[in-house]
């Protein structure tokens, strides 16, 4: 088997090569820090794609390259982008056989898996602790609310778009459902919800005491605590991790209270959660031990 590598696209791309589930050498990335990190939001789908295999190429595994996993946002299906949020121009579009044909085109035959971002976070984390072997559910806090699992499953899981409340007027989330967990802990969300307070005005308030502020944060904390009560009634209690640029909205001793409270039948104890800082390693890491998973399977 040669040598792995791994790309998660968030507002950037990040490419690394894998080995041992660690990173060899440095993490690539474009567009580079300092450039426009919108870059991506106006670019064409191939032209996504073409980036991506130029990134994954510089990293000099080159021919040697067994197999390449990408991190992507959104659903994705055996290697299509069937619906991504953020990047719209790239529904629909087959990011797999794109990038298998830049890397040919190149020299190199490398087998491509796609992803869903979260995803591949729930694989690095899972491959980095060495838990490879346990169900590790991810929640990822940023602009939408991003949920993922390892060991990878086919399935939808948008646990972003858990239903956690009936009240019609809950309707901020980003797909344009009623009553999504998204819809309250997302930052877009947020932002629709207090059109005069940012988020962080909002979280910074409620420290200081203000009666609207702290109601929200208590409600967000109670939709976050009653998705994972869902994912625990259908999959079974385990460690449950927070990460992304919001993570520290979150206080982890009031989640766990709140799960507790909602979760009572006793084979279903014992989840707990624990926050990851922010970084894209884990992604990167992740992309490419699913990936090679799958090739030699
Ligand atoms: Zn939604």
Redesign the pocket.
Known sequence: MGRNAGVLVVEHVAAGLVENNQIAGSVKVFPEIGDSRDALLSMPADTIAAKIAELVLTLGGGASLYAVGVGFPGIIREGVIEESPNLQQIKGFHLREALESAFASNGARVSVRVYNDADATAAGIAATRGVLHKLNRVWTLGSGVGFGRYPWSPGAW?G??SVVTLDPKENF?????RG????ILGYRAMRLRFLDLEPEEVFENAKNGDTRCVDFVTRCHRALAAATATSIHMEGPGPFYLTGPNVNWIDVGTLDRLVHDMVKMSPLQGSRFEVIPTNDDLGVIGAAVNAANAVSA
């Not at 989330?173 to 459902?177: A, T």
């Open positions: 948008e972003g778009h989330c980003g797909c344009g459902g999504h967990l998204e819809g």
